[in-house]
């Protein structure tokens, strides 16, 4: 790729960064772009297996004993569990569902938005956490807020590598071992599981 190429392919504002990490260098700023490229990919494999987890963990807990259908029956609508904007969430996922697919708790469940589960561990959902939610995370000696802050900026992170975002100015081994510490106040064994699958601290040690 020479350098009209990377204008064309890429853009002159996103290849920018590459090239100002290596002086100028076209050949090297093309080799760390395409080091950036699988980077972003682990960070996506890595953020994928959190985010199921976690999600599956909450429904565990806030959906014990309850129906997939219909969702009016479930936590998901449950004013006395979620803020109004949380039930919102909920509607839009429902409105965004596939005609013709049933509307089942587990479709809900994979179709909010990350900021919808880090939007649960605010200050509104103290009594949550204290009566049901932080039994999701057995294995933490923690409270609500100290999900709070990892959460946003999980999130944050999550939209970046999302929209392919440059990485190059992120904590991203930060915000890898965030999630790491999380899934392990799930299960110990969901931590080392998703150490086990996670290639960013390699790719990280080799970059060029």
């Keep these: 790729m020479d350098a009209p190429q990377a204008t064309a392919w890429i853009s002159d504002a996103r290849f920018h960064p590459f090239?100002?990490?290596?002086g100028g260098n076209h050949a090297r700023a093309v080799a760390l772009y395409a080091w950036h490229v699988q980077l972003s990919a682990a960070c996506s494999a890595t953020i994928h297996n959190f985010?199921?987890?976690v999600r599956n963990a909450i429904d565990h807990e806030l959906g014990w004993g309850q129906p997939q259908s219909p969702i009016r029956d479930t936590w998901l609508m449950d004013f006395s569990i979620l803020e109004p904007n949380g039930v919102k969430q909920v509607i839009t996922a429902v409105e965004r569902?596939?005609?013709?697919?049933d509307i089942?708790?587990?479709?809900?469940?994979?179709?909010?938005?990350f900021g919808?589960?880090?939007?649960?561990?605010?200050k509104n959902y103290e009594e949550?956490?204290?009566h049901r939610l932080r039994h999701a995370f057995p294995h933490g000696s923690i409270m609500r807020k100290d999900l709070t802050e990892p959460m946003r900026l999980i999130q944050r992170f999550r939209n970046r590598v999302a929209h392919h975002d440059c990485l190059l100015a992120q904590p991203v081994a930060e915000?890898?071992?965030d999630m790491k510490r999380i899934a392990?106040?799930?299960?110990?064994?969901?931590?080392?599981?998703l150490d086990e699958q996670c290639s960013v601290a390699a790719l990280l040690a080799s970059k060029p």
Excluded: C, N, Y
């Design 19 to 22: 090239l100002t990490e290596t």
């Design 51 to 53: 985010e199921v987890l």
């Design 97 to 101: 569902l596939e005609k013709g697919k």
């Design 104 to 113: 089942t708790r587990g479709r809900i469940v994979a179709g909010v938005s």
């Design 116 to 122: 919808f589960w880090a939007g649960l561990f605010s």
């Design 128 to 130: 949550v956490w204290r």
């Design 175 to 177: 915000r890898i071992g």
């Design 184 to 193: 392990g106040w799930i299960d110990p064994d969901a931590e080392a599981w």
